[in-house]
Every structure is written in structure tokens, then in C-alpha cells.
């Protein structure tokens, strides 16, 4: 009796580690299914990340940096707001004249020395070789600054991604640059160019800013006011907004906040790209439809 109980008790010992092992199987198979879904989901996730973009933080300086680009600063140089355009702008399609006055704006030009030239004794200015300044009211001096040619090349070459060949550009309404040699030479231009009509007033406030892969996205949104009107972009007079306008007028206090930029004005993307030198260069602007 004692050993056919010790054979049943095998037995089941036998049954039971048949069914731990089954058990075993069943878990295998789930872990395999759970890392698989992992798997996807991580998958799923980077995808989302690469389409969607890394989300940067608007005060960040770089992001600063590449929005003022584009500044509000004083509107009658280098074309204003060009890049806020009805259209898609491509930095290609840009004049080079355009181009190097907006980098000679964003230039340090700390280091430059000062020239007082000699006035022509027939007329009100100064010509050296191809260069022709006008002289300062009431005197018998034309002021230049000169400056070193790679200071303005390394800020063009950081703005737009490429190599600049020497030219000579407006730097405003009444100031002239030439490039000679190595050296800029800057000073009153022999002709003014006056502005007539009213003043217009520039909102834009960013939105986000996103880094994909290489490039930076910066989300924006713009409005032109001009004569209580709004305009879409800042080279038209014809965009307008009346949406805009209408709630514009009606605002006595003519205050301009981020809600009402958000619901009226119209958004702008900007594309950079990340240069040679590791900065981040401009590559395109564009209106985005509501």
C-alpha cells in the first residue's frame, strides 16, 4: 500500500510540473507579443517625432537670433519686411544687393576707423577711383568708415549658407557702401531716397518653433496696419483683412495682443537650415492659409 501511494504521488508530481511548463509556454509568448507591441509603439513614436518635429523654446536665444533676422527695427532698410510676402519667398530669389544690407545690419562693425575725404571743388562730393560720397551739410568733407570685408562675409555667409563675393549696397535711404579690395568703405550716398506716405505699423509674435532633423521652423503670426487697415502681408497694399480691419476699427483702445494675433493675423512660416559652420542659415518664408 505504501508504494503504490509513493507511485500516485509521482504521478502527480509528473502532472504538475506538466502544467508549469505550460504555463511557462503561455508566458513566453505573451512576453514576445508585449515587446513586439513595444517595439511598434517606439517605432509609432519616433516616426511622430520626426514628422512632428522637437518643440523649442521661444526664448531660447538661437530662436530669437533666427526670428530677428527679419526686425522691425527701422522698416526703410534693405526692402523692410520682405520676407512677409503674399507669396513663398526662397532666400534664392533675393537680391544679393537686399541680402548684404541685411547682413551688414546684423554686422558688429565695432572695429572700423574713420576717413574725413576731400570734397571735388565743383560739386558737393567726394570721388575716389569708382566710390562717390556726399559731402556732411556745410562742409567741405566727405565722412567714410571703413571697414574689414570679412566682417560683413562671415555674418552673410552665417544668414544665408554661402560665400560672398564682394558688392557694393545701400545700407538706408541716405547711406551708401562700396567694396574695394579687402574693405568696405560706407558714407553719405550722393543721392537720397525720401519715403512719402504714412508710416505703417508691424505686428508679428512667434508661435512655436520646431526643430526637424537639420532645419528650424519658426511659426509666426503678421499683420501690416496701415490707415486703421490691416494687410496679410508687408510688400502689399492689396492683401487686405477685413476680418481684421473691422475688429481693428472697432478697438478704441487700438491694443494688439497675442489672442488677437492668434484669431486675425495671418501666420507665417520660416525655414533655416543648418549650415557648414553648424549655425543656422534662412532658406524660405511663407503665408500659411487660416
Same mark, same amino acid.
Given at each position: ?51 512632428? @518635429?522637437?518643440? /523649442? ?5 538661437? =530662436?530669437?537670433?533666427? %526670428?530677428?533676422?527679419?526686425?522691425? &527695427? +527701422? ?85 544665408? @549658407?554661402?560665400? /560672398? ?5 545701400? =545700407?538706408?535711404?541716405? %547711406?551708401?557702401?562700396?567694396?574695394? &579690395? +579687402? ?108
Amino acid at each position: 500500500m505504501v508504494k503504490n501511494n509513493n507511485k500516485k504521488e509521482i504521478k502527480n508530481k509528473d502532472n504538475k510540473k506538466t502544467k508549469v511548463k505550460g504555463n511557462k509556454k503561455t508566458n513566453d509568448k505573451l512576453l514576445i507579443v508585449l515587446l513586439v507591441i513595444l517595439a511598434i509603439i517606439a517605432v509609432v513614436l519616433l516616426v511622430i517625432r520626426i514628422v512632428g @518635429g522637437k518643440q /523649442l523654446d521661444l526664448e531660447d536665444d538661437l =530662436v530669437v537670433e533666427l %526670428h530677428n533676422y527679419f526686425s522691425t &527695427d +527701422d522698416l526703410s532698410n534693405c526692402e523692410g519686411l520682405f520676407a512677409y510676402d503674399d507669396g513663398k519667398v526662397n532666400a534664392k530669389d533675393v537680391s544679393l544687393e537686399t541680402k548684404v544690407c541685411l547682413a551688414y545690419q546684423k554686422s558688429d562693425i565695432s572695429n572700423k576707423t574713420e576717413e574725413e575725404w576731400a570734397s571735388d571743388k565743383k560739386n558737393s562730393t567726394c570721388v575716389q577711383d569708382d566710390m562717390i560720397f556726399k559731402t556732411e551739410e556745410d562742409t567741405k568733407v566727405c565722412k567714410v568708415t571703413v571697414y574689414d570685408k570679412n566682417v560683413l562675409n562671415d555674418t552673410y555667409k552665417k544668414m544665408y @549658407g554661402e560665400e /560672398l563675393t564682394g558688392t557694393g549696397f545701400k =545700407v538706408d535711404n541716405f %547711406h551708401i557702401c562700396y567694396a574695394k &579690395d +579687402d574693405k568696405y568703405y560706407c558714407g553719405l550716398s550722393e543721392t537720397f531716397t525720401y519715403t512719402i506716405g504714412s508710416e505703417s505699423i508691424i505686428y508679428r509674435v512667434m508661435e512655436k518653433a520646431v526643430k526637424k532633423g537639420s532645419s528650424i521652423e519658426i511659426y509666426d503670426y503678421f499683420v501690416k496696419i496701415n490707415e486703421n487697415k490691416c494687410y496679410n502681408s508687408y510688400t502689399s497694399t492689396t492683401s487686405e483683412n477685413k476680418e481684421c480691419t473691422k475688429e481693428y476699427v472697432s478697438n478704441k483702445t487700438k491694443d494688439i495682443d497675442y489672442h488677437f494675433m492668434e484669431k486675425y493675423a495671418i501666420k507665417y512660416k520660416h525655414v533655416y537650415k543648418k549650415g557648414d559652420n553648424k549655425t543656422y542659415y534662412w532658406v524660405s518664408s511663407e503665408p500659411l492659409s487660416k
